[in-house]
């Protein structure tokens, strides 16, 4: 990645939907176009056990 900022969006559906036509994720990649890198990490039925789970291997040290 480059030296910008990262926003890391990680969740469940909410969160993998987010870069529907209009949704949330998309509009703030639209916003910090050039000025950040959004990367997305949603993942459907997920809730926030599973996440604790496999947020290490996701987000390695």
Do not use: C, E, H
């Not at 030296?3 to 529907?20: A, C, D, E, H, T």
């Not at 039925?45 to 789970?53: E, F, I, K």
């Amino acid at each position: 990645m480059t030296g910008r900022p990262v926003f890391v969006l990680f969740g469940s559906s909410i969160v993998q939907y987010s870069f529907s036509n209009g949704g949330w994720g998309a509009t703030l990649a639209d916003v910090y176009a050039r000025k950040a890198d959004i990367v997305l990490r949603g993942y459907i039925a997920w809730n926030s056990r599973r996440a604790l789970q496999v947020i290490t291997k996701i987000f390695p040290k």
